[in-house]
């Protein structure tokens, strides 16, 4: 049995009916919110065919029919064939909106991730660049207390890492910014997941500091540059993250509360949002998502890019009673303010 044009269009309305109110349709709610140009018996049929085709469920005896994931998936990707070819019509208030923070590539993250949550109401993420291939551009170690310092790393991408480190006595300003020029002079150029193979050979070049800047500082070097290799590969930033709160689906607490736990576990974020295909824009739905956890939701994420190089991803959290059409479109725009905000702000290769 296929899908003629009849019941395209009531699972179509039986669709968007459940992603306003929550509640089961019915044939005569469809019939006199809808103009089908057919009767609630008429109608009330067709909702059997599309039960019986796995569309729609009956969670009651007596109440109406709600989607499966199986009609959201054929939703999507009718409504994902008229994305494609269409233009962004939020992507110039999404870029305005997002460079007014643009200093630096943080910035750009957490204004994007929140802008997102605002626009679609749901939970958003925003998965940073991979560091561990990001190459070094500059190294300052900054005082902050007589025995604390600030260890300042700034990628060529202009992504800024900071790892605070405690010492055991005091160590002059002068000293510092002896070796945070030749830790910049030696380290300028490469990539973090480089460090761990010259760490012995960068200390060795670096013994003639041992005289101007003293055992100490020597002897932390060492320690510096083991951080500099430990560094997080990856950030998460999110926003929005009790949203989920506002949705009848979620007003089992124990639910909600393992929704929240799971999203806020970065490396689980991590995974879930971890690049898997060709496809720069990916909709997973209920129970297509692997993790339990997130069986009754949808994830929408985009990709993006410099020089058409992946560098991360973007996506939005929500019910599977998602309003696809307008997080698809924001999704996608975002995705594309932020390829053209960090290519023009960031891209070293396009400014030399």
């Not at 551009?137 to 991408?157: A, E, G, W, Y």
């Not at 070097?221 to 083991?226: E, I, K, R, S, W």
């Not at 509360?257 to 806020?264: C, M, T």
């Not at 297509?288 to 560098?311: F, H, M, P, V, W």
Request: aromatic share 8%.
């Amino acid at each position: 049995m296929s899908l003629d044009k009849r019941k395209v269009n009531i699972l179509k309305a039986i669709i968007s009916s459940y992603i306003d109110n929550a509640e089961a349709v019915g044939s005569r709610t469809i019939s006199k919110k809808y103009e089908l140009g057919v009767s609630p018996a008429t109608i009330r049929n067709e909702m059997s065919d599309l039960e019986e085709m796995g569309f729609l469920i009956q969670p009651h005896a007596s109440s109406g029919r709600i989607p499966t994931d199986k009609a959201y998936r054929y939703y999507v990707d009718e409504l994902w064939k008229k994305v494609q070819g269409s233009d962004n019509s939020n992507i110039n208030e999404l870029r305005n909106i997002i460079e007014e923070k643009a200093d630096e590539m943080d910035s750009v993250f957490k204004n994007s991730v929140r802008i997102l949550s605002q626009f679609t109401k749901y939970t958003s993420f925003i998965v940073s660049p991979q560091l561990k291939e990001s190459a070094i551009k500059r190294i300052q170690l900054v005082p902050i207390t007589d025995r604390k310092i600030l260890l300042v790393l700034i990628l060529q991408s202009n992504i800024v890492k900071q790892v605070v480190l405690n010492l055991s006595s005091p160590i002059p300003l002068d000293q510092m910014d002896t070796i945070s020029s030749s830790l910049s002079e030696k380290l300028s150029g490469y990539k973090l997941e480089d460090i761990d193979t010259i760490k012995d050979s960068l200390i060795q070049q670096l013994s003639h500091l041992r005289e101007s800047s003293g055992d100490l500082l020597f002897e932390l070097l060492p320690f510096l540059v083991d951080q500099m290799s430990k560094l997080e590969d990856f950030n998460v930033y999110s926003d929005g993250l009790t949203n989920i709160l506002n949705f009848p689906e979620y007003n089992d607490v124990v639910k909600a509360r393992e929704f929240i736990s799971f999203v806020e576990d970065k490396d689980s974020m991590a995974k879930l949002l971890r690049y898997t295909g060709e496809n720069d824009l990916v909709i997973s739905i209920g129970r297509e998502n692997e993790y339990e956890q997130l069986r009754d939701c949808s994830l929408i994420t985009a990709t993006y890019k410099i020089n058409g190089k992946l560098i991360g991803k973007v996506g939005v959290i929500g019910p599977t009673r998602m309003d696809y059409s307008k997080v698809i479109y924001t999704v996608k725009s975002m995705a594309e303010a932020m390829n053209e905000i960090i290519s023009r702000n960031f891209d070293e290769e396009n400014k030399e």
